[in-house]
């Protein structure tokens, strides 16, 4: 924490997304193949620099994948369009921003996979 430097590993999941402090958007790719798929895989291992304000966002694709009564999924340019609005939120009101954002898009119906997030938000330089 006190460096910033988050170490990382994608095993086939949706890209985590990282928002700096000045509104640039930065996709977390890297990593492998579906984890447990393929016998003896080697997966890479990512750094990032996060940096004071900065936020970090890890979800399933249950959450992009939520679809609106028109069939219609969530999708990751509306997840960072919601999450640039709440930006300089504390990292609870970030991701209660966006649980509710995809609960009103699926407009009440049961989700159809799990909706997964993890806020984290470097606050402090040390």
């Known amino acids: 924490p006190a460096t910033g ?6 095993g086939g999941h949706n ?11 930065e996709w977390l790719d890297g990593g492998g ?3 447990g798929i393929l016998p003896g895989i080697a ?7 996060m940096n004071p304000g900065d936020v970090a966002i ?5 959450v992009t994948e939520a679809c609106n009564p028109a069939g219609e999924e969530f999708g990751e340019k509306r997840l960072a369009e919601t999450l640039m609005q709440v930006r300089h939120e504390p990292a609870e009101v970030i991701l209660l921003s966006l649980t509710q954002a995809v609960q009103d898009w699926i407009a009440g119906a049961p989700a159809a996979d799990d909706i997964t997030l993890v806020v984290a938000r470097k606050t402090a330089t040390s």
């Open 15 to 25: 890209p985590p997304l990282l928002l700096r402090s000045n509104g640039k958007t």
């Open 43 to 49: 997966y890479e291992e990512q750094r990032c620099q």
């Open 5 to 10: 430097e988050m170490t990382y590993c994608n």
């Open 33 to 35: 193949p579906v984890l």
């Open 58 to 62: 890890l979800f399933s694709d249950g």
